[in-house]
């Protein structure tokens, strides 16, 4: 079964920074994009960063020079996320797109969700 598992939330201070990490685990055949999402109270989910599988990035515009995302290895993303504000402030989500199968298609896969907050 392929899971995602995030870890690294928290509570922080404005300015200050958080490191987010997503590990797949599984029996997969390849890792295409990763990326992360988030979705504040009352407002739909977001994209905050991708990342190929050849390194190639894109951030939203909120958060550009501010975070970056990288692949710690096949299965792993990070984002280090610094000079945080309180509109930062939401549940994050790791997204993979998974291929299970060398000649299957791929999907989508997310994690549970970790929690932001960035006090002012």
């Known amino acids: 079964q392929v899971q995602l598992v995030e870890s690294g939330g928290g509570l922080v201070q404005a300015g200050g920074s958080l490191r987010l990490s997503c590990a797949v685990s599984g029996n997969i055949f390849s890792i295409d994009g990763m990326g992360w999402y988030r979705q504040a109270p009352g407002k739909q989910r977001e994209l905050v960063a991708v990342?190929?599988?050849?390194?190639?990035t894109n951030y939203a515009d909120s958060v550009k020079g501010r975070f970056t995302i990288s692949r710690d290895n096949v299965r792993t993303t990070i984002l280090q996320m610094n000079s945080l504000k309180p509109e930062d402030t939401a549940v994050y989500y790791c997204?993979?797109?998974?291929?299970?199968?060398?000649?299957?298609?791929?999907?989508?896969?997310w994690g549970q969700g970790t929690q932001v907050t960035v006090s002012s």
């Open positions: 997204n993979a797109n998974i291929r299970i199968e060398r000649l299957g298609r791929a999907s989508d896969y």
């Open positions: 990342i190929t599988t050849g390194g190639r």
